[in-house]
């Protein structure tokens, strides 16, 4: 089992920054990729970046690219999704995620979620 629990959300405005963080944990979290996908009302989640645990490789979706930027802190056991440039496009509830794959990109796969955060860009 793993557990996450995001934080960061909130309001902010066009053209800023935001930090989520995701806190994972549970005895197998070391063999997992850890991502983020977001949900707007009336849509499906839409994958918006993945880490590979252990080798650290990145994922981005093509409409965050050169924006965001996912690390991870081992030590800490939490993963980070900076957002710079921010647009209202990006308002969405933002969930971290848990997968065997950092590949996975069909939300009905993926093996954990977290509760999820909201993100609201405002124009």
């Known amino acids: 089992q793993v557990q996450l629990v995001e934080s960061g959300g909130g309001l902010v405005q066009a053209g800023d920054s935001l930090r989520l963080s995701c806190a994972a944990s549970?005895?197998?979290?070391?063999?997992?990729?850890v991502g983020w996908f977001r949900q707007t009302p009336g849509k499906e989640r839409d994958f918006v970046a993945a880490?590979?645990?252990?080798?650290?490789?990145?994922y981005y979706a093509d409409s965050v690219k050169g924006r965001f930027t996912i690390s991870r802190d081992r030590a800490k056991n939490t993963v980070y999704l900076q957002m710079n440039s921010l647009k209202p496009e990006d308002t969405a509830v933002y969930y971290c995620?848990?997968?065997?794959?950092?590949?996975?990109?069909?939300?009905?796969?993926?093996?954990?979620w977290g509760q999820g955060t909201q993100v609201t860009v405002s124009s």
């Open positions: 880490i590979a645990w252990s080798g650290g490789s990145t």
């Open positions: 995620t848990a997968d065997r794959s950092p590949l996975t990109r069909d939300p009905s796969l993926i093996d954990y």
């Open positions: 549970g005895r197998t979290v070391s063999t997992y990729a």
